[in-house]
């Protein structure tokens, strides 16, 4: 039985340990694998950055065959504006942060969204075919130019198109959880649980799709 841990483009499968185990010793397996600091990197299950070392993995549901997410590993993360740069501007309010956060959900729905319907599309279509025609080959679907993030090139292979989506992703992910949400701001809290939950529910969609894809 095993975990697996995305890392980039690595997929790392660890041995799953027994539930009481800490999230720190399993942190500390992880950071001995990559040769990366223990506390240079963030490990997210389910849309939810696990942050407490101490607590058991049961408690944030880890179980044989799940994907947990490695990011940060001492690269820049896509975040917030520093607290010195936002002290120069207008003080935080719980309004200001829900528009934030629905700024980046907007940008979700608008871009990456349509991205990984196109993208689950085309693999079906793809596997339909591949029934009739053995030798056929996946292209994916072309970027829309508007979208956010666009490269330079209109067509990717199926796996880097696939990684690509899953990093963007995970990105967001990680901008929503630096959106701080403080003490009393209850509507804040639960506008970016909601929208962590629609974020990770698209990816857990693309990983699906993916995951079909392989068993045809």
Same mark, same amino acid.
């Given at each position: 039985m095993s975990v697996l841990v995305k890392w980039g483009r690595e997929r790392l499968h660890f041995t799953l340990p027994s539930p009481s185990t800490k999230l720190g010793e399993l942190r500390h397996e992880i950071a001995e694998y990559t040769?990366? *600091?223990e506390h240079s990197f963030k490990l997210i299950h389910a849309g939810a950055i696990m942050k407490d070392d101490? @607590? *058991?993995i049961s408690a944030y549901g880890i179980k044989s065959g799940s994907t947990i997410a490695l990011v940060g590993g001492g690269e820049p993360l896509p975040s917030a504006p520093s607290k010195a740069s936002s002290a120069r501007k207008e003080p935080r309010t719980e309004q200001s942060t829900i528009s934030q956060i629905r700024?980046?959900?907007?940008?979700v729905r608008s871009s990456l969204r349509?991205?990984?319907d196109s993208f689950l599309t @085309?693999? @079906?279509s793809s596997a339909a075919a591949a029934?009739?025609?053995p030798s056929h080959t996946i292209t994916a679907p072309a970027k829309p130019a508007s979208a956010a993030g666009s490269g330079q090139h209109h067509s990717t292979n199926v796996e880097q198109e696939h990684l690509r989506l899953g990093e963007l992703l995970l990105q967001s992910l990680l901008r929503l959880d630096a959106i701080s949400t403080e003490g009393e701001w209850e509507e804040a809290r639960r506008e970016r649980k909601s929208a962590v939950k629609e974020v990770q529910a698209l990816l857990d969609k693309l990983d699906s799709g993916w995951r079909a894809r392989a068993r045809t």
């Open positions: 040769h990366l *600091p101490n @607590a *058991p700024t980046e959900l907007d940008k349509p991205d990984v @085309a693999l @079906a029934q009739i025609s």
